[in-house]
């Protein structure tokens, strides 16, 4: 058999509902699961919190008898690995599931592959890439940390009828409306950190976090690109850092090793830094000290630490940053109908000169700000 349109319909729903624990499964991807009996929903379930239980198990149980016979909508190839939890092939055998639909092979090393050949070697039949563009978009963030060692990254621009995404001076400027800033905390707290320039931190003193109803607890880990420790002691970063973690990636020559170093700074630096240093600590802060120009460097390490998708939110030279070192995986660029005129900070990119490799995914209206989606291929 193969993928049918009564499958891709259920692989849909997979997807949708593996997308509600998205940032919230920490290293392991958010899987969708569906058993379906005569094309009757039996069983369903996602990754849950913190990555365990798998999806499978969970479906299953829910399903429990019914699954004799079933057909299991997976996301995500079906483990097959011993890990914390035992094989999730192994469970859809031992519920007598008849066929598995798959949208993405797993590329863990300890998958790949197997989970299929486990499946078909108990006589299960197996149809795989069901809605595979759809499934691997669901799983950006895991397929980008486990195959390219960095985190999924996307670029969110506001920018205003001119062409502005700020005023010099003026810290923090409303360009979009309340639905489009509804929908960027949406995103952000789907996302594992969130990051932004010094420029941004100290002219905006931004909070970053999420804070629509029911989702606080979902803030992306805060990161601030912070060459010299310019960040303001009496900053929200700051005052909130035990709350919700912040990390600031720092130039080496601010590191207390380079304090003592020949050549390093001087002894009043040293001093001032050392005393900046401790407040920072004492106040739940992370210093990271990792080249902030690099990001070609500073990603792998953050993908070390588990962060699989990060959002980059300003400001212009940040953006710049990444765009140039070719790091951007996604665009959004909300247009909104405000202007700035007169002493505005240029956008670093507008509809017409979006990178080439990119592909417009669609338009979506926020009351009256127009959000496009841009993407490269995974
Ligand atoms: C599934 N269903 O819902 C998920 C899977 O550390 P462990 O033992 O939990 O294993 C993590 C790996 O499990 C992860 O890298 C990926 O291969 C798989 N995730 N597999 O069958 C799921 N979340
Ligand atoms: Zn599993």
Request: net charge negative; aromatic share 4%.
């Amino acid at each position: 058999m193969s993928v049918t349109p009564d499958d891709e319909g259920f692989m849909a729903a997979a997807i949708r509902l593996s997308r509600r624990h998205l940032g919230r499964t920490a290293t392991n991807p958010s899987v969708g699961c569906l058993i379906v009996r005569d094309g009757v929903i039996v069983g369903q379930a996602v990754t849950a919190v913190g990555g365990r239980p798998h999806a499978e198990p969970q479906a299953l149980a829910e399903a429990g008898q019914l699954a004799r016979g079933a057909t299991a909508y997976v996301t995500l190839e079906p483990c097959s690995h011993h890990g914390k939890t035992p094989p999730c092939a192994e469970a859809l055998i031992a519920y007598g599931v008849a066929r598995v639909v798959i949208s993405v092979t797993d590329p863990d090393p300890r998958v790949s592959g197997r989970g299929i050949t486990m499946l078909r070697d108990a006589g299960i039949e197996v149809d795989n890439g069901a809605l595979e563009a759809e499934g691997r978009r669901s799983l950006a963030g895991y397929l980008t940390r486990q195959t390219k060692n960095r985190p999924y990254v996307t670029l969110k621009l506001a920018v205003s009828a001119d062409g502005m995404i700020g005023r010099a001076g003026e810290g923090q400027v409303t360009i979009t409306g309340p639905e489009a800033r509804a929908e960027v905390q949406t995103l952000r707290a789907e996302t594992d950190a969130i990051l932004v320039g010094i420029g941004t931190a100290i002219s905006d003193d931004p909070l970053l976090t999420v804070r629509t109803p029911g989702l606080e607890a979902q803030s992306p880990i805060r990161i601030v690109l912070d060459p010299s420790l310019a960040l303001p002691l009496t900053s929200k970063l700051v005052a909130t850092a035990r709350d919700v973690p912040v990390i600031l990636v720092a130039s080496e020559n601010v590191s207390p090793l380079a304090a003592d170093a020949e050549g390093g700074t001087t002894p009043t630096d040293a001093a001032d830094l050392d005393s900046r240093r401790a407040v920072l600590e004492g106040a739940g802060v992370e210093i990271v000290y990792c080249n902030p120009y690099h990001p070609e460097v500073l990603l792998p390490a953050l993908a070390t630490r588990g962060i699989s998708s990060l959002l980059v939110e300003g400001g212009a030279k940040t953006a710049r940053l990444f765009l140039e070192a070719g790091l951007v995986d996604r665009i959004q660029l909300y247009q909104a109908p405000v202007v700035i005129g007169e002493g505005g900070i240029e956008s670093p990119l507008d509809a017409t000169d979006i990178p080439s490799g990119f592909t417009h995914m669609g338009t979506q209206m926020f009351g009256v700000d127009r959000l496009d989606e841009y993407e490269r291929g995974l």
